[in-house]
């Protein structure tokens, strides 16, 4: 009986190593970088989906050689019935481990959507309709449309969201796109309405959000934005119109081709600020931080009056007199006539 006993007693051992060899061989595999995965690679796991349907699109990715293994590991660990759903970025390197961690976490690979500053309600709906991330789920046929999807009762979507670039998983819905920028726009807004400067004529966020969306429009130049809403607080106060082009050309909508004429100029519209005092109904534009903050501190002098400079760099002249102005006009019109003497 001895030698029996002997045996069993060699043969419990090795079984006891060889679970034990098995064991390290799967730890050691399961996190060890995949052989089959020598590129970035884009994993997509639908709702619902198992262990074995993620080892199964692995397998036939050519990324794992042992699929059973890949299920074995996500049982063992206790990810099995958690994996997310969602679009996943495999790189080299990665191990199974690593993917079910992502897969848990629910990790998925981010797109970058921009909504630049100066751009309408438009320009959004347009970059929306045109993204091959982004899930279309309304009709955002005007900016009334656009703003009933928007938090706070909003009558009109211009101006109220904030240029950014947000990073967002595919799938992701036109609908909470939008209520992110918004949310950010309103947070931004609120900050610059708090932090105002005193004596402001302007009685409400919304008129500080539509006065940055002209000067926005009307200069590509940080650094003269708080001189471009100094002049416009300026002509508030002493209840001159503000005489801004882009509010002419943002009132004739698309119907404008590019040629801002006098009879524009003359042709009354609610966003007509040559016919019309004071700010337009609505903003006109997106405003960035910049324009926010220039609205709430303009900077203090006398100028009631700017034009492009005819250095032709997107710079302006900033005259305190009409006829300082109109000999800056007078300039910069010659500077073009120069220009488009001299261009091929």
């Not at 595999?29 to 796991?45: E, K, R, Y």
């Not at 958690?82 to 897969?103: F, H, N, R, V, W």
């Amino acid at each position: 009986m001895r030698p029996l006993k002997k045996i069993l007693r060699l043969a419990s051992v090795a079984a006891v190593v060889a679970v034990v060899a098995a064991g390290a061989w799967v730890w050691v595999t399961a996190h060890a970088p995949l052989p089959g995965l020598t590129q970035p690679l884009t994993l997509t796991v639908q709702t619902g989906a198992s262990a074995a349907t993620v080892a199964r699109q692995l397998g036939e990715q050519g990324v794992l050689h042992a699929p059973l293994l890949f299920r074995l590991w996500a049982r063992v660990s206790g990810a099995a019935g958690q994996l997310k759903a969602g679009e996943y970025e495999l790189t080299p390197g990665i191990s199974m481990t690593d993917i079910l961690d992502l897969l848990v976490a629910g990790r998925v690979r981010l797109y970058p959507f921009t909504i630049l500053e100066g751009w309408t309600w438009r320009d959004v709906r347009d970059a929306i309709e045109a993204s091959s991330v982004i899930q279309k789920t309304v009709a955002l046929t005007s900016a009334e449309s656009m703003a009933a999807l928007l938090p706070g009762n909003l009558q009109h979507a211009e101006g109220r969201l904030f240029p950014d670039t947000y990073t967002i998983a595919r799938g992701t819905t036109d609908v909470e796109l939008l209520r992110q920028a918004a949310e950010l726009m309103r947070v931004r807004l609120a900050a610059a309405w708090d932090n105002r400067a005193v004596d402001l004529p302007l009685q409400t966020p919304q008129q500080l959000l539509t006065l940055a969306s002209i000067i926005e429009r009307e200069t590509a130049l940080d650094i003269e934005r708080p001189e471009v809403a100094g002049v416009f607080i300026r002509r508030m106060r002493k209840g001159m119109r503000l005489q801004t082009d882009p509010t002419v050309i943002y009132g004739l909508g698309e119907s404008f081709d590019g040629n801002l004429t006098r009879v524009h100029l003359l042709t009354d519209t609610p966003y007509n600020t040559y016919t019309r005092s004071g700010l337009p109904p609505t903003p006109i534009a997106m405003p960035g931080e910049a324009s926010l903050q220039a609205a709430a501190h303009p900077r203090e002098g006398d100028s009631l009056f700017f034009v492009a400079s005819d250095k032709l760099d997107g710079s302006h002249v900033f005259s305190v007199t009409l006829d300082e102005h109109n000999a800056a006009v007078a300039a910069y019109i010659a500077a073009l006539r120069r220009a488009r003497i001299n261009s091929p």
